[in-house]
């Protein structure tokens, strides 16, 4: 069956370091987002990707990047970790107009 | 304005109860529409589509008004393992497709 896999599932980094977070998708969907949502709140969008080679900002995307070299995988960089970043990190992928995201199962990440 | 709002709650029912949430959208140029749910500490899912002709999952009922941009969903004869938080969902069609979630309602089904 196709899915949608973050690892890790849990990290504890220190502040200022740099902390890969991975997203990988079997669905070869085109459409991948990545979303923080911090204790008793919603989803906030980070970055998205809509293909190869396409990357474009969310509404919270200061202090983290993203690329994008193949259709199946969308790594979430933190460049500096600050405590600010310590939150849950949801990736998802869609097929595009029309149909629903799926999501992974999150990565729990805390800055110290 | 939040591109996309709803009540957060909680909303807290007997088990039976019918309990209804609204979603309110800013943008027209939304396009897609569609519930989520979310266990505490879990990936949303998604629960269901929302058509302007509505519709029906058992139990749950979508309903989309475009011209006064708001979403709903209906739960009839709640079970305990409703409780979760719900999440209205748009997509947003420009020159490229964008997911907005809203910030999600609390509900909680007491026996």
């Known amino acids: 069956d196709a899915e949608i896999t973050q690892s890790p599932r849990h990290k504890i980094t220190e502040t200022g370091r740099q902390v890969t977070l991975a997203c990988h998708q079997t669905w070869n969907h085109n459409n991948m987002f990545w979303y923080r949502q911090d204790l008793g709140h919603g989803l906030r969008l980070i970055h998205y990707?809509?293909?190869?080679?396409?990357?474009n900002k969310g509404e919270v995307s200061d202090g983290y990047s993203v690329s994008r070299s193949n259709t199946e995988d969308l790594p979430l960089t933190l460049e500096s970790a600050a405590s600010s970043q310590t939150s849950v990190y949801f990736c998802?992928?869609?097929?595009?107009?029309?149909?629903?995201?799926?999501f992974g199962q999150g990565t729990r990440l805390t800055v110290v | 304005r939040k591109e996309v709002e709803q009540d957060p709650g909680p909303f807290n029912v007997p088990e039976g109860a019918t309990v209804a949430f609204n979603c309110t959208y800013s943008n027209s140029a939304s396009q897609s529409f569609f519930w989520y749910r979310q266990d505490c500490r879990k990936e949303p899912k998604l629960l269901m589509s929302v058509y302007s002709s509505g519709n029906e999952d058992g139990r749950f009922t979508a309903q989309l008004n475009r011209a006064s941009q708001y979403i709903s969903l209906l739960i009839r004869d709640s079970k305990l393992s409703d409780s979760a938080t719900y999440l209205c969902v748009v997509t947003i069609y420009s020159s490229a497709s964008k997911i907005i979630f809203g910030s999600g309602t609390r509900l909680s089904i007491r026996p």
């Open positions: 998802a992928s869609s097929a595009g107009p029309g149909g629903g995201a799926f």
């Open positions: 990707s809509y293909g190869v080679q396409d990357t």
